[in-house]
């Protein structure tokens, strides 16, 4: 992750847009980047997406990583422990007894 970091970084910093990447609006253009994957599947038949637009996915998928790399690294958050973090919470509030094969929410249990 950190290789991934410094690469976006770079690239970001070589263009001088950092001036531009506050919280506010890396949180807009993750959520955006987010809206443009979803967008594929719009009115589509799920597997007719994942096999013709293959490309696009990938493409999407990237910004979004993109973005929350970015936006980890500016706010000082290690994503890694991050996500650790969450998996332990989620361990918790979806116990595999309660949870397995269920699509119920926590809170429904």
Same mark, same amino acid.
């Given at each position: +992750?950190?290789? $991934?970091t410094s690469k976006i970084?770079?690239?970001?910093d070589q263009r001088n847009?950092?001036?531009?990447?506050?919280?506010? !609006? @890396?949180?807009? %253009?993750? %959520? @955006?980047?987010? #809206?443009? @994957? @979803?967008?594929?599947?719009?009115?589509?038949? %799920?597997?007719?997406?994942?096999?013709?637009?293959?490309? !696009?996915i990938k493409d999407e998928?990237?910004?979004?990583?993109?973005?929350?790399?970015? +936006? #980890?690294?500016? $706010?000082?958050?290690?994503?890694?422990?991050?996500?650790? #973090? =969450? $998996?332990?919470?989620?361990?918790? =509030?979806?116990?595999? !007894?309660?949870?397995?094969? %269920?699509? =119920? =929410?926590?809170?429904?249990?």
């Amino acid at each position: +992750m950190q290789q $991934l970091t410094s690469k976006i970084v770079g690239f970001r910093d070589q263009r001088n847009w950092g001036q531009f990447h506050n919280a506010k !609006d @890396l949180a807009i %253009s993750l %959520s @955006l980047e987010a #809206s443009e @994957l @979803l967008e594929l599947f719009q009115w589509e038949q %799920s597997d007719n997406v994942v096999t013709d637009r293959r490309e !696009d996915i990938k493409d999407e998928l990237a910004d979004v990583l993109y973005y929350v790399l970015l +936006m #980890s690294h500016d $706010l000082g958050i290690n994503i890694e422990e991050a996500l650790e #973090s =969450k $998996l332990k919470k989620n361990e918790k =509030k979806y116990p595999v !007894d309660k949870a397995y094969g %269920s699509n =119920k =929410k926590y809170t429904e249990f």
